[in-house]
């Protein structure tokens, strides 16, 4: 913007060009501004996973999430990682496509019983040992 703002001959736009670098730097350091984005990426055959099994390939692929949030890190964005993963993957999912209900009604506590239920997972003893 300010290169924008030094070509700009009219010297009362150079003035709201500037003054307009000046509250984005002030939103920057005194509002939180966030923004959602998501990165998907795919299992490819040169990630090389140690086996070629399902849980050999999601180790890969979470491999290559925690390579992705370091560079991130690194770059000083946050990252948020939920305490549940799937709760927070569901939760989202349904902000995303129920927009406006969202808003207003949140998910019942029991929608992820019922969905690990429907996946086939159960809780058992040898699940937590």
């Known amino acids: 913007m300010r290169e924008y703002g030094e070509g700009e001959e009219n010297e009362l736009c150079r003035a709201m060009i500037e003054d307009n ?3 984005i730097g002030e939103l920057g350091a005194n509002e939180a501004i966030n923004h959602r984005f998501f990165l998907i990426f795919e299992y490819e055959p040169q990630m090389k996973a140690r086996r070629n099994t399902t849980r050999a390939i999601a180790q890969r692929m979470a491999e290559e999430a925690d390579t992705l949030r370091r560079y991130l890190d690194m770059c000083g964005l946050e990252v948020l990682e ?3 993963y799937d709760n927070a993957v569901l939760e989202l999912l349904y902000e995303r496509i129920c927009k406006h209900t ?6 019942p506590a029991g929608v992820f019983d019922m969905t690990t239920m429907v996946h086939g997972i159960y809780e058992t003893e040898e699940n937590h040992g």
Do not use: T, V, W
């Open 102 to 107: 969202s808003l207003h009604a949140k998910l």
């Open 82 to 84: 939920p305490r549940y």
């Open 21 to 23: 670098i000046d509250e």
